[in-house]
């Protein structure tokens, strides 16, 4: 068993401990989140809905991100991340958590402010947000799957 199939079945069973639902609003993921968690038995009981967030209108459209957020800041940055999970939490059923990622996976779009392997992971609820950013290294597939066992262990933290 992987470890984030590890850190998935452990989210599920502290969810439910706590009677709260997840919801998943992803960027560079493309909604990897919401499939790794979906993968175990007895999701259903958190899983509260997942937004894939691809482009900034669907940012602005689905989760409610400002534009003026993202012409500030750009797509990938700590405050999109921000208001991508506390647009989840609005957008989801009281007691749910949300966690927003954004990145750039690769192999191209990087810069050097913003390089390949940059990925913001923020997790909310209705009462607070963390946002934490991450360098991963490797291909698009690698970055991608660290990101989200990152998503997972942050979640695990902010539920504690």
Do not use: W
């Amino acid at each position: 068993m992987s470890e984030t199939h590890r850190l998935a079945e452990q989210l599920v069973a502290d969810l439910v401990a706590q009677n709260r639902t997840l919801t998943t609003v992803e960027s560079c993921t493309g909604g990897l989140v919401f499939v790794t968690m979906t993968d175990i038995a007895g999701s259903s009981a958190v899983m509260e809905r997942g937004f894939i967030t691809y482009s900034n209108q669907a940012k602005q459209d689905l989760v409610g991100v400002a534009e003026e957020t993202l012409i500030a800041h750009g797509a990938v940055s700590e405050e999109v991340a921000a208001e991508m999970a506390v647009g989840g939490c609005r957008h989801s059923t009281d007691g749910a958590i949300a966690v927003g990622l954004t990145g750039i996976a690769g192999p191209g779009g990087g810069s050097s402010a913003k390089p390949v392997g940059l990925v913001y992971i923020a997790v909310a609820d209705t009462a607070r947000c963390t946002v934490i950013k991450h360098h991963f290294d490797g291909d698009r597939t690698a970055v991608r799957s660290a990101a989200v066992a990152a998503a997972l262990a942050h979640i695990s933290d902010f539920i504690g």
